[in-house]
């Protein structure tokens, strides 16, 4: 069933828990009673592949850019993350986010001292964020636009990553730096 753009089967999602537009769900996403999913007022699109779970009080919402959020299959979203639009997120499959996580593809311009920030609208963009395949994000960790995390690679709760990630190893602090390689 079609509702609005958003596809689900009725009554799986509960009212309230997916509004706005261009929300689309694979088969068999598991979206709880409790998370947030706000679409776009302005064309974002946001799509969550097959198998994925979203779990309590995650928010997922299209606010400060024109990018999408793509989510690939098989993806897990834990309590209390949080993604922004911004300028685009693409996750890879078999993504873990932890919880408490912040993916946010945005920045505010702050050049003029003459104006709030909240009035100077958002800086460029640094390019979204993308997220490979087998990608685990530890608790608390924020992940911010220009971030490019590699298949395979751990970011370590409270890290802050702002940069790119090579497949296959481990980063962690604030900012995040390579702690070592992932065991083959």
Known sequence: MLRGAVKVKPNMIPDGVITGNNVTLGDHVLVAPTARIQGSTRGTR???????EIYDYVVIRCVGGSGDIEIGEYCYLNPGAVLYSGNGIKFGNYVLVASGVKIMPTNHAYGRRDTPIRHQGFANSKGGIEIEDDVWLGANAVILDGARIGRGAIIAA?????????????????PAVKIRDRPE
Not at 46 to 52: C, E, L, N, P
Request: charged share 5%.
């Open 46 to 52: 946001v799509s969550i592949g097959a198998h994925s």
């Open 158 to 174: 409270g890290s802050v990553v702002g940069g790119t990630v090579p497949p296959y190893e481990i980063w962690g602090g604030v």
